[in-house]
């Protein structure tokens, strides 16, 4: 079975750091571009980063810009997001996924569970 | 990267046909043949319902299907059950970015 178990989720305060985790098993994580897509505590999915498979290709959404690190270790099957200088609007559930086609991606197709960052002081 | 434009709820009957709208721009959903929809049962996880405007992934029943007028998307559910009450999110790929609507919330009577 295709699997992305995300961790590294919690509380910390605004202006701190946090680094979430991504495991990927069934499936041949290094021939897949891979993302982190956000959703706030009532909210919608907001796109967050991209990621090639060779990491050559790196997006990310204007919101994150310049805070956020995406990286990737293929002999781990591992996905990171660095997140740095966070903020309260950064709060949320945030989704490891595989994406398809391009990076940023046509469309994604196999998503965790989620890990929870809450950032408040 | 403005989100796509959808209708906060639709509803209907079982058995009956919703279809909801996603309305973009001729830098996203106008320009690209790369819409994907997915649904969001509450407490769960995104799944893809439709990619590339029109297509299902394999296990999608084949009562959803989606199509592209200009700049508009479409979701269109046949035949609905209670099974399929959620949000439902619309998507669109850019060149440099990837955009999500604004969901809506589909309400089974």
């Known amino acids: 079975e295709e699997q992305l178990v995300e961790s590294g989720g919690g509380l910390v305060k605004p202006g701190g750091s946090l680094r979430l985790s991504c495991a990927a098993s069934g499936f041949t994580f290094s021939s897949f571009n891979m993302n982190w897509v956000r959703q706030a505590p009532g909210g919608g999915l907001e796109w967050v980063s991209s990621?090639?498979?060779?990491?050559?290709?790196?997006n990310y959404a204007d919101a994150v810009k310049g805070r956020f690190t995406i990286s990737r270790d293929n002999a781990k099957n591992s996905l990171y997001l660095q997140m740095d200088t966070l903020r309260a609007e950064d709060t949320g559930v945030y989704y490891c996924v595989r994406g398809r086609g391009a990076t940023p991606p046509y469309y994604m197709d196999v998503w965790g569970k989620g890990t929870t960052v809450t950032v408040s002081s | 990267q403005s989100a796509l434009t959808q209708p906060p709820s639709v509803s209907g009957s079982p058995g009956q046909s919703v279809t909801i709208s996603c309305s973009g721009t001729s830098s996203d959903v106008g320009s690209y043949n790369r819409v994907s929809w997915y649904q969001q049962p509450p407490g769960t996880a995104p799944k893809l319902m439709i990619y590339?405007?029109?297509n299902r992934p394999s296990g999608v029943p084949d009562r959803f299907s989606g199509s592209k007028s200009g700049n508009t998307a479409s979701l269109t559910i046949s035949g609905l059950q209670a099974e399929d009450e959620g949000d439902y999110y619309c998507?669109?790929?850019?060149?440099?970015?990837?955009?999500f609507g604004g969901g809506t919330k589909l309400t089974v009577l």
């Open positions: 590339d405007v029109s």
């Open positions: 998507s669109s790929y850019t060149s440099t970015t990837f955009v």
């Open positions: 990621l090639s498979t060779t990491s050559t290709y790196i």
